[in-house]
């Protein structure tokens, strides 16, 4: 039996995230299946940043103490804890050991990562996979079948022919609008290994794939973008049900394509601004994201933030708690078929503009 | 003749002499290639700074929020800016994000890596049209 | 609660001839509005030296402190200043790490347990005024939002100097301590926690001693006066 009935769904949805109820409909469709829902925390893009000794950049510390501190509020707790990537700035031992230390402060047992740019180019993933376990893997967890995939991998001739060492590698790949870079992707053989992991799921099981890049294609110049994503998308196409998790864009976007929701989450480290904020090269943002207003840069932590996500029914809904902002829930519509922001979907208000 | 007539001979004489083009544009093809090489290198150097962890004191870089200089819109300056109290010109908020984000220290105006921030941010906004005051 | 407090029962009779259940929200509200009109004040030294532009209204140390104030003690952000008036508040809500210290450890419980009675139907106001740990969750207690847990409202700062103590919780007692306390980022010593809900706009400032005199000397030269006569 699900830890979360529909009392408490209703009292966390109403009561703790004020203005965000869902709909009622929504309510009703969402208990079709009681056993098949549940919450999970999802936190991402901490970079935690070392200076020196053991000096690290406050500003980011912050940002992943205080998701720490909000999620522990969480009643009842979520079944799982998601990282969504770039636990570390540039990688290193240090970085990932302090990350990890932060996040040991949470009450809750299980948390599942993913592997970001910022974790992987220093030594491509060894000291995060020693401490963490493999770069792409597999469970299930109450009829859903959930799959983390490593989308930030590259051409080999990139990553294994140009360096002199790591630390330059990592450099390079740290800046996001470094020339220098390389587009990301998840490869033929993870491709592979998702075809055979997915050939044992029954095609109504709900899918849910957590990448640290979006597996659609938003702007190539920033890396919002996976190579392949349209051939993992292909794989994902024959399932009834599916939502794709990511990170790396450190601002609210969402999308439909086909059978698959794709959601982002935001970075606990600071904001990005949405890519038709470049103005000397067109983005494809999908036009059904309502953006995010820009940040004040005094409040460190304005338009950064962490999700929770209630699964119903194989679907998703998201709950952002911004720090220094309204909070904002998306949710699935079973009547449009597609992701929407439950308040400011059809009303989008004025100051949500980038410029 | 007189004075003024030998004048005016002379005057003659010059304007038969030089080419008429040459003589109103005072710009030369060789002008325009320094100017632009002068200025290009000032925002490559601009680049640098943008995305150097020595700007500030704790390793943070400009590029780390603003990739591309993005969201630092220098077409909407001067504007009110609500954490300087005032309305304050670009170079001013540059020094407001390398003190708090960076936790570094201010330069001065004229310091040519400010003049150099300046250049790569407004370079990568080129196009845009002015809109002062705009938030 | 105005109605069964026994400070306010003869206060409410003597103004307006009123008790029991006939006090209502207007008797509250022009008791309010009588209170705001004794705090109007635009005639500080630092209005004749910052608007009025009378270059000696304010001392040297004062001017010294007002370059503090706008650069590297980060107060202009929350305490505001325009370009032709100063209200020195933004009207948003902080956690300080004023007194929160009291029950960061057993914050999840303590929510909890608040959630769950206010869902019962527990009255709110009476909860954070009587129970001192249930006050320390600031404005989520209203809102029930973390990024609120613990915070509360910027006041302004005109006649400062003549409002201790100081903080939410009237726990410092003088300005010195005030600006000691934003310096070290939200402590009042060095190595005291601070706890994962603060405000993102607090963070250590490394200010002089000189500099924090000078910020008090500015602090001071905010007191109308009408107001310092009126006391």
């Known amino acids: 039996m699900s830890a979360m009935n529909r009392r408490d769904f209703l009292r966390r949805t109403g ?63 979520p079944d799982f804890v998601m990282y969504g990537g770039d636990l570390a700035q540039l990688g290193t031992k240090a970085e990932l050991d302090h990350g990890l230390e932060l996040m040991s402060a949470l009450r809750h047992d299980k948390v599942h990562y993913v592997m970001g740019e910022h974790d992987y180019y220093l030594d491509l993933g060894e000291y995060w996979e020693r401490q963490l376990g493999p770069q792409w893997y597999s469970f299930d967890h109450k ?22 060492s790591g630390e330059e590698r990592m450099a390079v790949m740290a800046g996001l609008d470094n020339p220098s870079g390389s587009p990301f992707m998840v490869g033929e053989k993870q491709r592979d290994w998702l075809r055979d992991d997915l050939s044992m799921i029954a095609k ?15 702007f190539k110049n920033w890396n919002f973008w996976t190579e392949d994503a349209e051939q993992v998308q292909v794989l994902l196409k024959p399932f009834d049900k599916v939502t794709v998790f990511y990170g790396h864009v450190h601002q609210i976007q969402y999308n439909q394509i086909g059978n698959i929701s794709f959601h982002s989450a935001m970075a606990t480290a600071w904001a990005w601004p949405y890519p038709e904020t470049y103005a000397q090269v067109d983005s494809l943002l999908p036009k059904l994201t309502v953006e995010m ?44 078929g597609r992701p929407e922001d439950t308040v400011y979907q059809n009303d989008r208000i004025p100051p949500q503009q980038h410029f | 003749m007189s004075r003024l007539s030998r004048v005016r001979q002379a005057a003659w004489l010059i304007l038969a002499i030089v080419p008429v083009v040459g003589a109103a544009d005072p710009f030369t093809k060789q002008d325009l290639s320094d100017w632009q090489s002068a200025y290009d290198q000032v925002v490559t150097a601009g680049r640098d700074a943008f995305t150097d962890p020595k700007l500030g004191n704790n390793g943070v ?31 001013e908020m540059i020094n407001w994000c390398i003190r708090n984000p960076l936790e570094g220290k201010d330069l001065q105006p ?21 809109a002062p005051g705009k938030h | 609660m105005v109605r069964d407090d026994p400070d306010y029962q003869p206060r409410f009779k003597e103004v307006f001839g009123v008790s029991g259940d006939a006090i209502t929200i207007e008797h509250v509200k022009q008791a309010i509005a009588a209170f705001e009109r004794t705090l109007i004040s635009g005639d500080s030294p630092f209005d004749r030296w910052y608007f009025g532009r009378d270059r000696k209204a304010m001392s040297e140390a004062a001017i010294r402190g007002f370059k503090v104030y706008m650069e590297q003690g980060r107060c202009v952000s929350c305490h505001t200043i325009a370009e032709d008036h100063a209200l020195f508040t933004d009207n948003r809500f902080n956690n300080l790490n004023v007194g929160f210290e009291r029950i960061a450890g057993r914050l999840p419980k303590l ?58 919780d009237g726990s410092l007692k003088t300005l010195k301590d005030v600006v000691s306390f934003y310096s070290k980022g939200g402590r009042v010593k060095d190595k005291d926690p601070i706890n994962a809900y603060q405000s993102s706009g607090i963070r250590p400032l490394g200010l002089s001693d000189k500099q924090q005199a000078d910020l008090v000397a500015f602090l001071e030269a905010l007191t109308s006066p009408a107001y310092a006569k009126s006391k």
């Open chain 2, 61 to 91: 870089v400009c590029a780390q929020c603003h990739p591309n200089a993005a969201n630092t819109h220098p077409e909407t300056y001067p504007k009110f800016q609500k954490q300087l109290g005032r309305v304050a010109v670009m170079w």
């Open chain 3, 111 to 168: 929510t909890a347990a608040f959630e769950k009675s206010k869902r019962a139907g527990g009255n709110v106001d009476v909860a954070v005024l009587s129970n001192a740990n249930l006050s320390e969750l600031g404005r989520y207690a209203v809102n029930d939002q973390w990024r609120s847990m613990g915070a509360f409202k910027t006041p302004t700062l005109r006649n400062v100097a003549r409002t201790a103590p100081y903080m939410h």
């Open chain 1, 143 to 164: 009829g859903v079948h959930f799959v983390v995939l490593n989308s930030v991998l590259t051409y080999d001739e990139w990553t294994h022919n140009r360096w002199s």
């Open chain 1, 204 to 218: 109504t099981t709900p899918v849910v794939v957590f990448s640290h890049s979006p597996l659609q294609k938003i």
């Open chain 1, 15 to 77: 009561g703790l995230i004020a203005g965000s109820a869902l709909p009622l409909s929504l309510i009703e469709l969402a208990f079709a299946d009681e056993q098949q829902n549940f919450t999970f925390a999802y936190i991402s893009d901490s970079h935690i940043q070392h200076i020196k000794g053991k000096d690290f950049v406050r500003n980011w510390d912050r940002g992943l103490i205080r998701t720490v501190g909000e999620a522990n509020l969480m009643d009842p707790r």
């Open chain 2, 110 to 130: 004229d310091d040519p890596r400010m003049i150099a921030l300046q250049a790569y941010i407004t370079q990568e906004r080129r196009g845009v049209a002015l």
């Open chain 1, 293 to 336: 207003n820009r940040a004040d840069p005094f409040f460190e932590r304005d338009a950064t933030g962490w999700q929770f996500v209630d699964v119903w029914s194989g679907n998703a809904t998201l709950h952002y708690s911004l720090t220094e902002n309204q909070p904002r829930t998306v949710a699935f519509n079973p009547k449009t």
